[in-house]
């Protein structure tokens, strides 16, 4: 492919003074006005091209249908013209190549290459081995073993019982022996020894016949089995060495002209499967190979949401970090990026707000962006304020929390007792919680419960999936409150404590499908999460009185 087919150029030039003073952050930004006109530019191509790939818009759209993700990589070329590259994840139509958009890094889809001839081999085995598996031969030897294994037992057994009984009889016969004169109680007691001997020696001679013929059985199928296992192993072995070879095939560029194997990056660790297939290291690669200087990023889904992951028809998403953390950790070396916003000094300056204070209980208004309890990149969080501001509470101190993101109301027990008093109102789900939220659209009911059960996911987190066969039950009531701006202001009433739970309700397909504004993981990112705890009603642990605390948010 010609790599000028993979450049589109900005017409008309944008400004200069526009131009990005750093490369985008990629897991965790607000697209620059250069990476959404060429978004917009692509979306447009999206629309006009064939695929051969159901995104699922239409209305008749099978449940197999899913979105994909794009990405855009603004770059100037060696002529100082801007313009773009595009990508996609994984592939499209069964194919990881599409005119105007850039290559895989390697093409495992090649008809005739390693990876597909390979696979052919291991696919041949497969069905080989599961021919040898299922043949009748095989199949009626071991159904012959069975049954002559249950007969075998169902004997031992009959022949323990009756080993058993006599065994009781002549004990009772010896009971008996000093009634009689010495020879006969002595010629009585050789007969009963006799008679043990035998019933003894006739249960290990049938224990030996039926082990005899289990064991020529086995020994036939052990010789149909072989062949099997020996499949298995060649198998085993192809497989983990057309792995090893994927793994080297797949090298990684940066700006400082250095190359790195997907094995080398992920070591001591196995790469996770796709890893490398995601847009934002096929563009980042292209750019470095033919000579284009990345400017800025972003990535989009087009389509619809898949059924465990949230991914909202044309919104923008960070990269995935499960798998592109550690690629483009290193194909970004040298490069100067926008500053990670989580690590933002502007954090370091939010002090929550005291709502409520007594002897047992702080009662606070935690803003949006500080941490309930210190992460691994921050240090600074209510947990460590409290401590600096009452150095003399005792106990745990968080007995719940809200995400970074969420402000709201949170409950700082003073005391050990308050804590474990507080703390069995929450496992009990007897504490009350109200919070308020801004939707993107209008929602088309008035309230509504939604039971969707979360997981982590763990090739990405902190991002959660909704996920029923290992997720964690998570319940939800709403109700809306007022619509205007093309927004709802609705409250939220869970009845669990999921991770992300109102988030991921609210965005989820299956439930609101909107996504609460500002949500930079869920939704569409902006200047704050539009999500607050505004009520609580619990226990009071001193007075054992209930209390309700409120605090309407600003937005």
Same mark, same amino acid.
């Given at each position: ?69 794009? !990405? ?5 070329? $060696?002529?100082?013209?801007? @313009? ?28 005739? !290459? ?6 052919? /081999? ?180 087009? @389509? ?99 995400? $970074? ?55 990405? $987190? ?9 997720? /964690? ?41 909107? !996504?609460?504004? @500002? ?8 200047? $704050? ?27």
């Amino acid at each position: 492919m010609n790599k000028d087919q993979c450049f589109t150029k900005f017409f008309p030039q944008p400004e200069t003074f526009e131009r990005p003073e750093k490369f985008t952050f990629p897991f965790h930004y607000v697209p620059h006005s250069w990476s959404v006109r060429a978004s917009e530019d692509l979306i447009q191509k999206i629309e006009s091209q064939e695929f051969g790939h159901d995104f699922g818009l239409q209305r008749d759209a099978s449940d197999a249908a899913c979105g994909k993700m794009f !990405g855009v990589l603004v770059v100037e070329n $060696r002529a100082g013209e801007i @313009g773009y590259l595009a990508a996609f994840s994984g592939k499209l139509g069964n194919s990881n190549n599409h005119v105007g958009f850039v290559p895989p890094l390697f093409d495992m889809l090649a008809p005739d !290459g390693h990876f597909k001839t390979s696979e052919a /081999r291991l696919t041949a085995m497969n069905k080989l081995i599961e021919e040898l598996e299922t043949a009748t031969e095989l199949s009626i030897l071991k159904e012959e073993i069975e049954t002559i294994a249950r007969m075998a037992e169902e004997a031992r057994l009959e022949i323990k019982s009756a080993l058993n009984e006599g065994k009781r009889a002549r004990a009772a016969i010896r009971a008996n022996l000093h009634e009689l004169n010495p020879q006969d109680a002595a010629e009585t007691n050789a007969l009963l020894n006799r008679q043990s001997h035998d019933q003894q020696s006739a249960y290990k001679h049938e224990t030996r016949l039926w082990r005899s013929r289990l064991d020529e059985k086995k020994q036939i199928l052990n010789q149909l089995i072989k062949p099997i296992e020996a499949l298995k192993s060649e198998r085993k072995q192809r497989s983990a060495a057309l792995q090893n070879w994927l793994f080297e095939q797949y090298r990684f560029a940066n700006s400082k002209n250095e190359s790195k194997s997907l094995e080398a990056i992920f070591t001591p660790n196995e790469p996770p499967a796709g890893a490398g297939e995601c847009a934002a290291p096929k563009l980042l690669q292209y750019a470095f190979l033919n000579g284009y200087k990345p400017l800025c990023m972003a990535e989009f889904w087009w @389509g619809k949401s898949p059924a465990t992951e949230i991914r909202l028809h044309r919104n923008y998403y960070p990269a995935c970090r499960g798998k592109c953390l550690p690629i483009l950790g290193f194909m970004l070396e040298g490069m100067e990026l926008d500053a990670n916003p989580l690590l933002d000094s502007a954090f370091d300056s939010l002090q929550f707000e005291i709502l409520a204070e007594d002897d047992s209980l702080l009662v606070i208004n935690k803003p949006s962006g500080l941490l309930s309890v210190p992460g691994k990149t921050r240090q600074d969080s209510v947990y460590h304020q409290v401590k600096r501001l009452r150095p003399d509470i005792t106990g745990p101190i968080i007995v719940h929390r809200l995400d $970074r993101s969420t402000s709201g109301i949170m409950l700082i027990p003073k005391t050990e007792r308050a804590y474990h008093y507080l703390q069995q109102q929450f496992i009990g789900r007897s504490i009350e919680k109200r919070y308020v939220a801004l939707i993107e659209g209008d929602l088309p009911e008035n309230e509504g419960v939604i039971n969707l059960p979360i997981r982590p996911d763990i090739d990405d $987190r902190p991002r959660q999936l909704v996920c029923f066969e290992h997720g /964690r039950e998570a319940i939800t009531h709403w109700q809306k409150v007022s619509t205007g701006d093309g927004r709802t202001r609705i409250h939220f009433f869970p009845k669990t404590g999921r991770t992300h739970q109102l988030r991921v309700h609210a965005a989820h397909k299956l439930g609101l499908n909107a !996504g609460i504004c @500002g949500d930079e993981l869920y939704g569409k990112g902006g200047e $704050r999460l539009k999500l607050h705890a505004a009520a609580i009603a619990f226990i009071h642990p001193t007075t054992e009185q209930q209390v309700t605390i409120t605090q309407e948010p600003d937005f």
